[in-house]
Structure formats: structure tokens, C-alpha cells
Nanobody
Framework: QAQVVESGGGLVQEGGSLRLSCVAS????????MAWFRQAPGNEREGVAA???????AYADSVKGRFTISQDSAKNTLYLQMNSLKPEDSAMYYC?????????????????WGQGTQVTVSS
């Protein structure tokens, strides 16, 4: 059974940094893409950053230059390094994965989702 589990959220002051982690397991075909999404209360879930199996990345305009998505060499742990955090970055952050995915930032492109980890940025 494929699954992803996030960790690393928390409370940080504006301008601070956090690193989120996501461990993927049970993916048997060896080729999948992963991504980070976020959802604030009253808002739709939105794509933040994605990486495909060839390590090609994509970012939402709102986080370009501040967030970095990466994977470990075994490609089973996904990271999101978040720098220069702003109050508007506060949200529940979700890790997602998809077999043979294309590294999309679209919610509908992913079948496997974690439970989420809360990020709160205080001003």
C-alpha cells in the first residue's frame, strides 16, 4: 500500500525558516512524482512545489525564490525548505505523490496524500 507521511510543521516568526519532510513508501514501480500543496481555512488547496522522477521542479509564483523542493538520493524522502516565510504562507501543508506523475501542481493529478502538517507564520 503506497503512502506518504509528512512532518516538520510548526510556528515560526515572519522571515523565519522551516523544513518539511515527507516519507514515501510502498511505491513499487519506481517512478513517481511528488509535490507539496497547502490549504488555508476558507481557501482551496493549491500547489506549492512539485518534482518529477527526473528531478525537474515546478513552483507556484508565490513561493519562487523562497521555497526549495528536493529529494534524497533514494527518492523516498521529499523535502520543502521554506525561507523568508510570510504570514500568508500559514496553512496546512500536504505531501502528495503519483505513479508516473509529471510533476504537476494540480490537485487532481495526485492520488496519494498525507494527513498534513500545520505551518503558522506569526507577524
Amino acid at each position: 500500500q503506497a503512502q506518504v507521511v509528512e512532518s516538520g510543521g510548526g510556528l515560526v516568526q515572519e522571515g523565519g525558516s522551516l523544513r518539511l519532510s515527507c516519507v514515501a513508501s510502498g511505491f513499487t514501480n519506481g517512478y513517481y512524482s511528488m509535490a507539496w500543496f497547502r490549504q488555508a481555512p476558507g481557501n482551496e488547496r493549491e500547489g506549492v512545489a512539485a518534482i518529477d522522477d527526473d528531478a525537474i521542479t515546478a513552483y507556484a509564483d508565490s513561493v519562487k525564490g523562497r521555497f526549495t523542493i528536493s529529494q534524497d538520493s533514494a527518492k523516498n524522502t521529499l523535502y520543502l525548505q521554506m525561507n523568508s516565510l510570510k504570514p500568508e504562507d500559514s496553512a496546512m501543508y500536504y505531501c502528495a505523490a503519483e505513479d508516473y506523475g509529471l510533476g504537476s501542481l494540480l490537485v487532481d493529478e495526485y492520488h496519494y496524500w498525507g494527513q498534513g502538517t500545520q505551518v503558522t507564520v506569526s507577524s
